[in-house]
């Protein structure tokens, strides 16, 4: 029961400690270095299923900072504040995002059980420049007011690390709010710390409700896919709660037909459905993870579809403040030329991205 507990009390987040795990090449210990004033780290489960002695491994490429990443030509400063039109007029919490007009991220943590590298939220959790008030209360006091949600995504960081008695409260109150129909969470602890997935846990999110529970993981190289995973995902399957998958497309991580279609293949194999694949966002200092936006569709295209059953096909979106737009649709992409594509959303309006080669 307490055994994820644990885990986070020995997180691995010096250098000391991943030298338990790995040979430390020196441009990683160079990037630790550098990088002494932002978060990085992961839980031990995760970290011993690096690769002793390949810095090219895909998990250690995910958890552990990189020089690239003081690199910053494509991201966009201020791109939470962006994405998620914290720069409005209209007034929100800082706990409440808002790209749709029925549906809002409920951010009730800064907290991980890892620190991606290519966090499209690292402002606020890893380099720590963008500071939020997460008021919890705040937050329901404000979906109570809006009887146009219908939809919570609640987020964070990573939700699943609250309390059990925390996140029940979190949910009792959201099924109170009568306009409500949807709770939905967005962790990696399936992925990162399948331990978290605890009976007095399944308890708190079992039974039939007017309001149900969904479950988003991310999990981006098949490499992550482990028994305890599978276990975990069984037993929230068997309370009642589906788990999709968010992937993050990631250039040297899953960006070879090979690893995306065994990806998909073994996330289905462990009752996990592909939901998302996601380009990697415009934030700062993720550009080495970057591939063009054409990249996943392709990938969908060749390692995919007719090599596959339907179930195992994501779509594939990029994330902007006008909401996801598919990248699939031949309207999608309106423009392209040397500097930027122009994109169209679901309703019509517009908005830019960088072209990566």
């Known amino acids: 029961m307490n055994e994820w507990r644990e885990q986070l009390k020995h997180h691995v987040n010096t250098l000391e400690k991943l030298e338990k795990f790995i040979h430390v090449s020196p441009q990683e210990r160079e990037a630790i270095q ?160 399948p331990q978290r997935i605890t009976p007095s846990l399944i308890k708190r999110l079992a039974g039939y409700h007017k309001v149900p529970i969904w479950i988003n993981t991310q999990c981006n190289h098949p490499k992550e896919l482990t028994e305890l995973t599978a276990r975990a995902v069984y037993d929230l399957a068997t309370c009642g709660i589906n788990v999709g998958n968010q992937a993050v497309l990631l250039k040297g991580i899953n960006d070879t037909v090979e690893v995306f279609r065994e990806l998909h293949q073994k996330l289905l194999g462990i009752r996990i459905r592909p939901y998302y694949v996601f380009y990697c966002e415009a934030a700062p200092g993720i550009d080495h993870f970057r591939t063009p936006l054409e990249k996943g569709a392709e990938l969908i295209r060749d390692a995919l579809r007719g090599h596959t059953t339907g179930l195992a096909q994501p779509l594939y979106v990029v994330a902007t403040n006008i909401g996801k737009i598919p990248i699939v649709a031949s309207d999608s992409i309106v423009d392209k030329n040397d500097q930027r594509y122009l994109l169209r959303n679901h309703d019509g309006r517009f908005t830019e991205l960088p072209v990566i080669s």
């Open 34 to 193: 550098a990088h002494k004033n932002t978060r990085w780290g992961t839980t031990p489960y995760f970290a011993a299923l690096m690769d002793k002695d390949d810095p090219e491994c895909p998990i250690r490429k995910q958890v552990i900072p990189s020089m690239l990443e003081l690199q910053n030509e494509f991201g966009m400063e201020g791109y939470l504040v962006w994405k998620e039109n914290r720069d409005t007029q209209e007034k929100r919490p800082d706990s409440i995002a808002r790209q749709y007009r029925d549906r809002v991220a409920f951010t009730v943590t800064q907290t991980c059980g890892i620190y991606c590298r290519h966090c499209f939220r690292r402002e606020m959790t890893i380099d720590k420049v963008l500071k939020l008030r997460l008021d919890v209360d705040e937050g329901l006091q404000w979906l109570s007011e809006h009887p146009e949600v219908r939809d919570v995504l609640i987020t964070g960081g990573d939700p699943l690390l609250l309390s059990d008695d925390e996140i029940e409260y979190l949910i009792r109150r959201i099924r109170e709010i009568p306009h409500i129909q949807m709770i939905r969470f967005g962790t990696r602890l399936p992925i990162v710390l």
